[in-house]
């Protein structure tokens, strides 16, 4: 029995999303395993320096940001698929030096090459989701990562480095069997492979459908709008008032998203729930808990966003989120494990909890 066309997107845009996977499990990872013992007697005397701990954690982000930086030459030159296999190819390298590492400057470059490998894939699969998508299922298809980067984060505690390389495996070896980008062929003078392009992806084939030829007189349409007004360059991003108010207002929801706190008690919810007076038990339980509420806010994401919109759930999500972290940081700072305050205590994780399920949703 065929697929029908939106079975078969969703497909392709899921398996694209395996890098997502890969970013929650590094996020997670991390946490539970730099407070081992064997961890802190490979990486050396130096581990008792903070600093250096931080630069563990903080490296991978490092490595995403310049990760980031030549996709979109990249994926203009080579396509989207060989991009997204470039990244899952220097994942691996990430993820084979960290669990290899018998030193720290192997567990640096290991973090930073996986970050490398992570920037591309996780700027690159919303792309490629975004244009194979029909548009009735474009904004469940483009959620996808977040969900799928909630399915890969662990709790953290018995969680090795070395299975992190496993999802990055099939993306690198299967990637390619994957349509191109029906754009992306278009704009290559490829006309007519991404007309059986689209026709494969939202019409079993047939080149004649008329959403197909549509979407193709679109995708035309706008390359030869390209054309006309020329190559762009990096200085209209602060000149022309259009194109900086979208770059500024991208730029903005992203750093919203990282006020909220989610990157801390990501890295640090261990020692933030030690710091709290858990015991490692607990401290497992609640993780596991909070993991699927994300879990279930996430999908939910994927479910309503195509109807709610974009802007409200984000609006509260960010709102509530960092109430949640504002007034959790209060109860810390107030009532630390050391003070006998049991009731500051459950609240303190109620809070975390309520933090996470609102960044779920609005992601």
């Known amino acids: 029995m065929a697929l029908s066309p939106k079975v078969y997107t969703w497909l392709c845009g899921l398996f694209a999303s395996l890098g997502s996977i890969i970013f929650g499990y590094d996020l997670g990872v991390i946490a539970g395993v730099t407070p081992r013992p064997d961890f802190v007697r490979v990486m050396g005397k130096h581990w008792s320096n903070t600093n250096l701990q931080g630069l563990v954690v903080s490296i991978f982000v490092l490595g995403c940001f310049f990760g980031m930086i030549p996709v979109a030459y990249v994926a203009d030159r080579f396509g989207r698929r060989k991009t997204i296999q470039l ?7 990430g993820g084979a ?25 996780s700027d690159l699969a919303p792309l490629y989701q975004a244009e194979i998508a029909h548009p009735s299922i474009r904004g469940r298809l483009t959620t996808l990562q977040q969900f799928m980067l909630g399915i890969g984060a662990p709790p953290n505690g018995a969680s090795p480095l070395g299975m992190q390389i496993i999802p990055a495996i099939p993306l690198f070896s299967f990637i390619l069997f994957l349509p191109e980008s029906p754009r992306w062929l278009a704009e290559h003078n490829q006309p007519d492979l991404a007309l059986t392009t689209l026709a494969r992806l939202h019409a079993n084939g047939d ?10 007189k679109d995708i035309e349409a706008d390359l030869a709008r390209s054309a006309e007004i020329g190559e762009a360059t990096w200085g209209e991003l602060f000149t022309n008032r259009s194109v900086f108010r979208r770059v500024a207002l991208g730029y903005i929801l992203q750093f919203s ?58 609006i509260v999500g960010n709102v509530v989120s960092g109430f949640s972290f504002v007034v959790g940081s209060i109860l810390m700072a107030r009532w630390p494990g050391t003070v006998d305050n049991n009731a500051a205590h459950y609240i303190f994780i109620r809070l975390f909890t309520l933090l996470m399920a609102c960044f779920a949703l609005k992601t």
């Not at 080149?207 to 193709?216: E, G, K, L, N, R």
């Open 207 to 216: 080149t004649s459908d008329p959403f197909v030829v549509a979407q193709m």
């Open 257 to 314: 998203v990282q006020m909220t706190g989610v990157s801390a008690i990501q890295y640090y919810s261990t020692t933030i729930f030690k710091t709290m007076g858990f015991s490692s038990t607990r401290i497992l339980l609640f993780q596991s808990i909070n993991s699927i509420i994300a879990l279930i806010g996430e999908a939910a994401c994927v479910i309503w966003i195509d109807a709610t919109g974009r802007r409200r759930p984000m």
């Open 97 to 121: 030096l960290q669990t290899g590492a018998h030193n720290m400057s192997m567990m640096l470059a290991g973090r930073f090459f996986a970050g490398y490998g992570v920037g591309i894939m």
């Open 87 to 93: 990244g899952a190819a220097i994942y691996m390298v």
